[in-house]
């Protein structure tokens, strides 16, 4: 948030149509007239207060910005597609369940040109216009709010200070945050381990004997969280959700699921089991029960969709969570398919509901949630795949997981960075990465190299591994979890958006790390610390680095893919560009000054 925030002396009083500072708003609701008035303005900032109407349902945003130089529009949904939109062609769904409302134009300086975000980040909210309006050569967006009664203003924040985009971004989650009405849920330790997946590895195909074969082998790599995915509640291995619902153990695969959680465990790693809540499976025993409190069908699922508004729903929910958090002493839960409850036309509210919107329930439901299993757990893990990785959610959920991108190098790569940007600070997962064991080695390194920034997932079946591929996982799971301050934590810069984040930096305490994942000059300077780290993940050998720093630096180690030490270069290294024969998919340890 803007510090030291001056009143706009020259503000107008409130009208439905504003235009300072090259931004031009105009607001509308479905019911009376809505008002519009500029609160606070620091440099370049300015927060817009919008009031709706009594008795509105609806509230209509409309407002351009000049483009000016910008190459691209960063926003939350896009992953790989970036690019200028034009208005006409740029459509999107916020909610609690869905994203973020916010977005910002970016130049090819990587410097934020116009960031808006909006305080309302849990009803429905339709992007009707996102992009650029060829009439008038301005960047436009035109949201329409659902309201649910009373309610607060409703602030437009546009931020065009021309600072790296990143830390603009960073300052409107700062924001997000202090809008909150609790605070986000606390990350133990544990969500920071790298975490071995069993859903592209085995699928349904899961035994309680495999899946303990894997967590040893697991452990011995340097994993330290195992998620058991779907599978574990039913003997069917079709990969449909018919069974989902009434959340039983599948006996004839898992044997007592007490007794295996206690042994993977007891091997040194946490335990996540996966669930899909919202799903009622078409032959779950469950159906019997709540066959008439649906939102609507997933015919591909094979399930229908379970009506939070009900407070017996929610209460099952609940139950079911506690039960297998009590019963099997499991670290926590994978949530899954949460965005399922978005469903673009739910029916009325019928009798027998509390709640009148889905959004509020499923918020209701998360809180229920949050509070039942930290009683009984205080560290217990919840994770939320993209793209219910918004900021309301960090109320309810402490790991978030890029959405589903098997084997995708760039978006597993974009992904992640995109909810590092959108969540500072808190503990992302890459999406399970997967990888060929007859292949190279080299290129599966590649494939742990793209979420380098985020907490590593893999779903490979160990036991296939060649020694070259076991060497090269352990390497970098080990350098990994050495670094996870910096890689996790750290502040990050991604830059150029609109090339998918050829160049990344971390920077955290008394290190830099640096992955170049396109060959282009990787630049150290006086602002990095005396320890830089270049990774090499451009997909050939050599890195180009440009060197700024006044006093130089000096090549302290080289290791291969596998972590093995190279030859040295010439250790000094003089300001300017130099060529530093790093192998592919390898390192380079520098002390800069």
């Known amino acids: ?36 008035k500029i609160a606070t303005v620091a440099p370049d900032v300015l927060e817009i207060h919008v009031t709706a109407p009594p008795g509105a349902g609806s509230l209509d945003l409309d407002w351009d910005v000049p483009v000016d130089d910008a190459t691209v529009y960063w926003q939350p949904d896009y992953a790989q597609r970036r690019h200028l939109p034009a208005e ?32 309302e980040t849990s009803h429905r909210i339709q992007v009707r216009r996102e992009g650029v309006r060829e009439e008038s050569a301005r960047f436009r967006c035109t949201v329409r709010i659902a309201l649910s009664g009373t309610e607060d203003p409703v602030v437009l924040r546009v931020d ?14 700062a924001w997000w945050d202090a809008l909150l009405p609790e605070p986000p849920m606390p990350a133990p330790p544990a969500g920071r381990a790298p975490t071995y ?4 590895s085995m699928h349904q195909e899961l035994t309680a004997d495999r899946v303990e074969r894997a967590a040893a082998d697991a452990r011995s790599l340097g994993f330290g969280s195992l998620i058991v995915d779907d599978g574990w509640q039913t003997d069917d291995t079709s990969r449909g959700y018919w069974y989902c619902g009434d959340w039983e153990v599948a006996a004839g695969k898992m044997g007592d699921l007490t007794e295996h959680v206690a042994r993977v465990r007891a091997a040194g790693l946490s335990y ?25 069908s997933l015919s591909a ?29 499991v670290d926590g839960f994978k949530l899954d398919f949460l965005d399922a409850w978005l469903v673009a036309d739910p029916p009325p509210a019928g009798a027998g509901t509390d709640v009148p919107d889905v959004e509020s329930a499923v918020a209701r439901w998360l809180t229920e949630l949050r509070a039942e299993l930290t009683r009984r757990r205080s560290t217990v893990l919840l994770e939320f795949r993209q793209n219910y990785t918004g900021p309301a959610m960090q109320r309810y959920g402490n790991l978030f997981r890029a959405a589903d991108c098997p084997m995708d190098i760039v978006d597993n790569r974009t992904r992640t960075l995109d909810v590092r940007l959108l969540l500072p600070g808190r503990t992302v997962h890459s999406d399970p990465i997967l990888w060929n064991p007859t292949g190279s080695a080299v290129y599966a390194a590649e494939q742990l190299l793209c ?38 934590v750290g502040a990050i810069e991604p830059s150029r958006p609109d090339l998918a984040y050829p160049v990344v930096r971390a920077r955290g305490d008394g290190e830099t790390i640096v992955a170049a994942y396109a060959k282009l000059p990787v630049t150290v300077d006086d602002t990095d610390p005396a320890t830089v780290i270049l990774v090499n993940a451009t997909g050939s050998d050599g890195l180009l680095v440009d060197l700024t720093a006044a006093n130089g630096a000096r090549v302290t180690a080289v290791r291969d893919h596998c972590g093995d030490p190279v030859p040295l270069p010439a250790t000094a290294l003089s300001p300017g560009l130099t060529r530093i024969a790093v192998p592919r998919a390898g390192l380079v340890e520098l002390s800069v000054g």
């Open 301 to 329: 699922q094979d399930a229908d969709i379970l009506d939070p508004r009900y407070p017996e729903v929610r209460a099952h929910l609940t139950d079911v969570c506690a039960r297998l958090l009590d019963s099997t002493d």
């Open 88 to 119: 006409w062609g740029s459509r999107r769904s916020v909610s609690l369940l869905r994203s973020a409302p916010v977005g910002a134009l970016v130049d090819a300086a990587d410097r934020n040109v116009a960031c808006w975000s909006l305080s």
């Open 272 to 296: 996540l089991l996966w669930l899909a809540p919202p799903l009622l499976g078409r032959r779950s025993p469950a159906r019997a029960r709540f066959a008439d409190r649906t939102l609507g």
């Open 160 to 173: 065009r200070r021309r600072r790296a985009y990143w830390s603009v971004l960073a300052d409107v989650a």
């Open 1 to 36: 948030m803007p510090t030291d925030p001056v009143t706009l002396t020259t503000a107008p009083p409130p009208v439905d149509s504003l235009d300072v500072q090259g931004i031009r708003l105009h607001v509308e609701a479905d019911t009376g007239k809505p008002v519009a």
């Open 197 to 200: 997946c069993t859903w592209y």
């Open 451 to 488: 979420a380098l920034f985020s907490v590593p997932q893999v779903s490979v079946e160990l036991s296939e591994l060649p020694a070259e591929h076991r060497r090269m996982l352990s390497h970098w799971l080990g350098f990994h979890t050495a670094h996870s301050d910096t890689l996790v």
